[in-house]
Nanobody, 117 residues
Framework: QVHVVESGGGLVQPGGSLRLSCSTS????????MGWYRQAPGKQRELVTS???????NYADSAKGRFTISRDNAKNTVTLQMNSLKPEDTAVYYC???????????WGQGTQVTVSS
């Protein structure tokens, strides 16, 4: 059985930082592209950043320079370091595991990030 579990969300003031983690089990983690997505109220889910099995990264323009994705294949974990947070970063953040073929995807349940003073 596959599990994808996010953690680390919470309430932070503008300009602050948060570190999200996504732990997986039941997949060959090292072979999967891992991504962080977010969905704000009333908006569609959007890609924030992703990292391939070869550690190639991709960032949304809104995340460039502020967010960093990394993966630890030994721990089957992907991490999102978020700095200089803005109120518009408020959303539920989801972790996605995607197979190399793109045919198989697994989503976590999401973790809430709220940026507010």
């Amino acid at each position: 059985q596959v599990h994808v579990v996010e953690s680390g969300g919470g309430l932070v003031q503008p300009g602050g930082s948060l570190r999200l983690s996504c732990s997986t089990s039941g997949i060959t983690f090292s072979m999967y592209t891992m991504g962080w997505y977010r969905q704000a109220p009333g908006k569609q889910r959007e890609l924030v950043t992703s990292i391939t099995s070869g550690r190639r990264t991709n960032y949304a323009d809104s995340a460039k320079g502020r967010f960093t994705i990394s993966r630890d294949n030994a721990k089957n974990t992907v991490t999102l370091q978020m700095n200089s947070l803005k109120p518009e970063d408020t959303a539920v953040y989801y972790c996605k595991a995607e197979s190399a073929s793109g045919l198989v995807t697994y989503w976590g349940q999401g973790t809430q990030v709220t940026v507010s003073s």
